[in-house]
């Protein structure tokens, strides 16, 4: 559903707004860091008289910058660990003040457990995320679907790393608690699902590239240089086209996902019914919860006990047989 008016919907998102914000405060930051002769290039590039090659070394020299280098080093390390714990911060912060995930994680986890947590968690596997990030971006393919395909394969890795990271703090004398699923995580029913998802904005650098290259070829495509002050000013006019393009992206994206994540009148977005389809079991009790609607919350349990779940789904078809002894049948045949 969209808010009723622009003001609803600036109140209710401004922590996303100050995200992108900051990010792009970053990005315009770090600009400064090409020298004259990578601006060069880009101008050069942006008039369509300069081949990819010149960007690619200045994003390359951007990313060294920010993290050194020599990548093998204690000094990449503790950068990474830095840029870590603020992307967990970051997320922690949005999430929590996000109502659908606060009431979804219902987490009292204080800020110090969090940060402690995301020192034994994100610290390693983000390193090595980031280190697979710096190899893609040296051996990054020129063909627009190639670089599809990279992205897809830097997710499923980077969603491998992490996911292994955890799987091992969870069963480790560490975790005191309930052990969470892979589908409560990716659902967001769980606070891991913040160290979770901080990993992927590591792979932040290989999307902004991707996206700047395409950015740049439409740029000459249309003849930017012929309407901006392309040879002066190429940084500029490069963010400007970034922030434009990320900000169109995120609008459509932001409708998307607004489907997608919309609730029903039950309480049940298409992505909470297609994440328990998929992952019976667990994650179905999670969802279950979401709905007061009676008929809704017995579907989602009959998911669950089909999964593996057992003793909820026999306690419940034992409390309703005498009433509804069809449903009892079925929640005794699915456990």
Known sequence: MLPDTFWDYLTANWTWAAGIGVAMFGLTAYASLINPKRREDVALWLMGAHSEDGWTKSFIKLFDSVFGEYHLSLKCLM???IASLIAVIVIWLLMGNAETFGLRMESARSLGWVLVTGVVVNVIADYISLLETRLILDR????SFAQIGVLIFDFLVSAAIIWVAIFLYLHSPLHEGDIESFAEILGVFSVFSVFFYSTFLTSVWIWGYIASTWIMRLAIGLRISYWLDVENKPIKILLLLLSTSI?????????SLGNIFSADEDGITPADRTLCEIFKGQVCLEVAELTEAEHRHL???????????????LDRANQIWEDDGETAARLWRAA
């Open 299 to 313: 579907e989602f349990l009959t998911f669950a006990c089909e999964g593996g779940v057992t003793t909820e789904c």
């Open 140 to 143: 990054m393919p020129r063909n």
């Open 247 to 255: 900000g169109g992206v995120t609008f459509v994206g932001a409708i």
């Open 79 to 81: 950068r990474s660990a």
